[in-house]
C-alpha cells in the first residue's frame, strides 16, 4: 500500500479483556516501531523490530503488552487483561534503511484508538 | 535520558499571521525531527534537520536547527487554516542505531479564518 496502515481505528473494550491491534507497514520497509499516545501527550516509544527480530521492548508498560512481527512485515501489538490507564492512541511506525543507520524517516499510521471501560 | 520541551503549548492565531513553535532539549541534538498531526490520525513528516545551523522550508514552513541552544524553531509564514494542527517535535534517544524517537509534548495551533 502507499502508506502505513492500522486496524482497527477504533476500539472499545471492557477490563480485562484481551485486545489485538494490527499494522502493516509500508512494503519493504526493514523497521517497525509501537508507540503510545496518551492524551495530550507526545508518542512514547514502546518496542522495535527489525524484519521479524524484535530487538527492543524496553518501552512496554507491563508483561501484559506483547509485540510480533513473525514474517517481518505486518506486526501485531496485544495486551492481555486490559486495565483502564491502557486507554491511548496506539500508533506504528516503520521505515526503510538508507540515509545512515539511526537517521531514517519513520513515517507513522493513523493509529488505534483504544478506550477501556 | 533526553527530554524536549515546547513551547507555546498551545497556540491560536489569525489567518495570515505568522507565527513560531520551539523545541529545546535537555541534551546535545543530534537530529531533530518535525511532525504534524490532526486529531484522528496519525503523523505526518514535515522535515528532519541534521546540523547545527541547517534550516530547512517546505511551503510556507521553516525549520531551523541551533546546536548551541539545543533548539529547534518552526516558523509559519502567512498561517492558514489548514495549517491548524498538533506540531511535535522529535529527536533520536541517544545509544541505540535505530533511530527511536523521543517526543516532545506537542503544541496545538488552532487557526481561525
Known amino acids: 500500500g502507499a502508506g502505513v496502515s492500522q486496524s482497527p481505528r477504533y476500539k472499545v473494550a471492557k477490563r480485562g479483556q484481551d485486545v489485538a491491534l494490527r499494522c502493516d507497514p509500508i512494503?519493504?520497509?526493514?523497521?517497525l516501531f509501537w508507540y503510545q499516545q496518551a492524551l495530550g501527550q507526545g508518542p512514547e516509544f514502546l518496542t522495535y523490530f527489525q524484519n521479524e527480530a524484535q530487538l527492543d521492548k524496553s518501552g512496554l508498560p507491563s508483561d501484559r503488552f506483547f509485540a510480533e512481527r513473525p514474517e517481518g512485515s505486518v506486526s501485531t501489538l496485544k495486551i492481555q487483561r486490559t486495565q483502564q490507564e491502557d486507554s491511548a492512541v496506539y500508533l506504528c511506525?516503520?521505515?526503510?534503511?538508507?540515509?545512515?543507520?539511526?537517521?531514517?524517516?519513520?513515517?507513522f499510521g493513523p493509529g488505534t484508538r483504544l478506550l477501556v471501560l | 535520558s533526553q527530554e524536549l520541551e515546547q513551547s507555546p503549548q498551545s497556540l491560536i492565531v489569525q489567518e495570515g499571521k505568522n507565527l513560531t513553535i520551539n523545541c529545546t532539549s535537555s541534551?546535545?541534538?543530534?537530529?531533530l525531527y518535525w511532525y504534524k498531526q490532526k486529531y484522528g490520525e496519525g503523523l505526518i513528516f514535515l522535515m528532519m534537520?541534521?546540523?547545527?545551523?541547517e534550516e530547512k522550508s517546505h511551503e510556507k514552513i521553516t525549520a531551523k536547527l541551533d546546536e548551541k541552544k539545543q533548539q529547534s524553531s518552526l516558523h509559519i509564514t502567512a498561517s492558514q487554516p489548514s495549517h491548524a494542527g498538533i506540531y511535535l517535535c522529535?529527536?533520536?534517544?541517544?545509544?541505540?542505531?535505530?533511530?527511536?524517537?523521543?517526543f516532545g509534548q506537542g503544541t496545538i495551533l488552532t487557526v481561525h479564518p
Open positions: 512494503s519493504g520497509h526493514v523497521s
Open positions: 511506525a516503520s521505515s526503510f534503511p538508507g540515509q545512515g543507520r539511526g537517521r531514517e524517516t519513520q513515517y
Open positions: 522529535g529527536v533520536r534517544a541517544g545509544g541505540t542505531s535505530y533511530g527511536k524517537l523521543t
Open positions: 541534551k546535545t541534538l543530534y537530529g
Open positions: 534537520l541534521q546540523k547545527g545551523g
